[in-house]
């Protein structure tokens, strides 16, 4: 059954004549009798009753035309419904994200995202990196925002902030009152640290810095989110090195001091399946890439 069909059918419905009703559809007389003789037969029942007087509903052609009107619409709704969509201006997103991009302007770029696109349904579920990427794999996210860049060839990404990394001390350790530390420094302290499994790239990136500084972190707790790594600390736990953005965390009892040198940075990415274009997709990462470099400079 074709909605054209459908759709000549409503309007002869609506008309009861063949003439008004082929001038409202912009097509000749005879395509229209052509076009419902054929819906009759799909349908396998006369709809109308016609003579050299007048034209009538059948009693099914008056069961059809309710049916008709509610397909026509739904398919006209559906149709707005993609446009919109392709257009960027409603949907759904499902979107994965690690912790620390809750103190990196991500619930900012959310918020002004969804004053601009209030059509769009927002979904949010904190994973690490690698479940992230999971997710994406099996279509069960549309969007994450993870710390590594080693993924699948069927997913894409794109860096969205790069931040050094700051050493995280308890408010009361000895270390707290320097301005800036030496990696060096921190050999012998009791280490927070990332765990591998959470982030692999985040935990070789820990020992790649602390083993550039000429000793092997001794690590006495591994935690699975960088909030729980803050807390931790903030508690007397140990000491750790952590991304910039966690300074504002807020936590009391964890203070934050920079190193005194460059050493590999902190990075956040913003990743995908590959395939034609989401425009919801793209239009989120530009607003939060802005975002992003707004909060770093603070």
């Given amino acids: 059954?074709?909605?054209?069909?459908?759709?000549?059918?409503?309007?002869?419905?609506?008309?009861?004549?063949?003439?008004?009703?082929?001038?409202?559809?912009?097509?000749?007389q005879p395509?229209?009798?052509?076009?419902?003789?054929?819906?009759?037969?799909t349908v396998g029942a006369r709809l109308f009753e016609r003579n050299s007087k007048e034209v009538r509903l059948t009693p099914a052609g008056d069961a059809l035309r309710v049916s008709a009107r509610r397909l026509l619409q739904q398919a006209e709704e559906a149709a707005l419904e993609a446009?919109?969509?392709?257009?960027g201006s409603a949907g759904r997103l499902r979107i994965g994200f690690v912790g620390a991009m809750l103190y990196r302007g991500l619930p900012q770029a959310l918020r002004a995202f969804?004053?601009?696109?209030?059509?769009?349904r927002i979904t949010l579920t904190e994973l690490n990196s690698g479940v992230q990427i999971a997710e994406l794999m099996h279509d069960r996210l549309d969007l994450g925002f993870v710390h590594?860049?080693?993924?699948?060839?069927?997913?894409?990404?794109?860096?969205?902030?790069?931040?050094?990394?700051?050493?995280?001390?308890?408010?009361?350790h000895a270390l707290a009152r320097r301005r800036a530390l030496a990696p060096a420094e921190l050999r012998g302290e009791p280490f927070v640290l990332f765990s591998r499994e959470a982030s692999p790239d985040y935990h070789e990136r820990i020992l790649s810095i602390c083993a550039d500084a000429g000793f092997h972190p001794e690590v006495r707790h591994e935690v699975r989110h960088w909030l729980a790594v803050v807390s931790l600390v903030s508690q007397g736990m140990g000491v750790a090195l952590v991304p910039q953005a966690?300074?504002?965390?807020a936590l009391s009892g964890a203070v934050f001091r920079p190193l005194d040198r460059e050493v590999t940075p902190s990075e956040?990415?913003?990743?995908w399946r590959a395939g034609p274009p989401n425009m919801l997709v793209q239009r989120l990462l530009d607003g939060l890439a802005k975002s992003l470099r707004e909060s770093a400079k603070r």
């Fill in 1 to 28: 059954m074709e909605l054209r069909h459908l759709r000549y059918f409503s309007v002869l419905a609506e008309e009861l004549h063949f003439g008004r009703a082929a001038r409202r559809l912009s097509i000749s």
């Fill in 31 to 41: 395509p229209l009798s052509v076009a419902i003789r054929q819906l009759e037969d």
């Fill in 83 to 87: 446009r919109d969509i392709a257009q």
């Fill in 114 to 120: 969804q004053a601009k696109h209030p059509a769009v």
């Fill in 148 to 172: 590594t860049a080693r993924m699948p060839p069927e997913l894409q990404h794109r860096l969205l902030l790069t931040e050094p990394f700051v050493c995280c001390l308890p408010a009361g």
């Fill in 246 to 249: 966690m300074r504002h965390s």
């Fill in 268 to 271: 956040a990415y913003g990743v």
